[in-house]
């Protein structure tokens, strides 16, 4: 059996070898492998908070979204609505119906495409006037200079154009039931005479002086056509809410009345309008 010889290497090839061997041992087993960066801590997770609700529809009047904001506007423009004098806060409940009227009747405008006369600047200035000028709550401010309507509006939480706005619907609706109900209304001599005798002359002490029939005779017919008015439209009212689709979410402002909301459209037409002393 044949022996092969042994195998030699030559000093320069163990010494490369060698030194392979070296660089291979320094790289891979003489220096540790850097460590891993550490790894940023995970921002706590949030505690769940409750939803914030910014706002709600509280109703729906024919797919007209009314909003509980909608409501709060409505109690804050309430202070400027004469009508409401000594009847305290208005209620959430009974501003709900005003809006639910208010609804009903501008799409029955559209519905029926009335163009009801558009109230003029002059008109909308002096209905705002009106308002500082006698509103009692204004009176006590002194809103007739512009500074104390300023701060009235402030106190109130209301803006200038918002209170123009509301003005000017409130000219538009009084308008619109003008030109819808009083033609045809028409009240006769004996009714004017019949209102000065049992409504009028009553409210005077024996020995008071109080005017004559021929003095207040226009202003009396005044009154009994807008008190007509106010029956005719109270019934239109009535019927728009019968036929509507009005539906409330929240059954703490549902109202059983139908017609509760009614008279707020109707601002300065409740009353004799004459005053204790019958002056016109």
Same mark, same amino acid.
């Given at each position: 059996?044949?022996? $092969?010889?042994?195998?030699? /290497? ?68 309430? /202070? ?71 701060d009235f509006l402030a ?11 509301y003005a000017r619907y ?27 005798? $049992? ?22 017919q005044e009154i009994l056509?807008? $008190? $007509? ?52």
């Open positions: 059996m044949r022996t $092969q010889p042994p195998i030699r /290497i030559s000093k320069a090839r163990r010494g490369a070898g060698a030194w392979r061997f070296a660089v291979c041992f320094g790289l891979c087993f003489a220096a540790p492998a850097a460590p891993a960066p550490a790894q940023a801590p995970e921002p706590p997770t949030p505690t769940p908070q409750a939803p914030v609700v910014l706002d709600k529809v509280v109703a729906v009047v024919n797919r007209r979204v009314i909003l509980a904001s909608d409501i709060d506007e409505e109690i804050r423009l309430s /202070i400027l609505d004469p009508d409401r004098i000594g009847q305290g806060i208005l209620t959430r409940k009974r501003a709900l119906d005003q809006l639910i009227s208010r609804a009903l009747i501008e799409q029955q405008i559209r519905r029926e495409d009335v163009q009801a006369e558009q109230p003029s600047q002059n008109e909308v200035n002096a209905r705002l006037m009106e308002i500082r000028r006698d509103l009692p709550a204004c009176v006590r401010q002194n809103c007739a200079s512009e500074q104390g309507w300023i106190a109130h939480d209301l803006t200038p154009e918002r209170v123009e706005a409130r000219i538009e609706i009084l308008h619109f039931i003008e030109e819808r109900f009083r033609p045809g209304i028409h009240i006769s001599p004996q009714e004017i005479e019949t209102y000065y005798w $049992q409504t009028l002359m009553p409210q005077y002490a024996p020995g008071e002086a109080a005017p004559s029939l021929d003095r207040v005779s226009l202003r009396i056509l807008q $008190q $007509q008015v106010n029956v005719l439209f109270d019934e239109w009212l009535t019927n728009l809410r019968k036929q509507g689709d009005v539906e409330v979410f929240d059954e703490a402002l549902e109202s059983s009345d139908p017609h509760s909301g009614a008279q707020s459209i109707l601002p300065g037409a409740v009353g004799n309008g004459i005053g204790a002393k019958g002056t016109p």
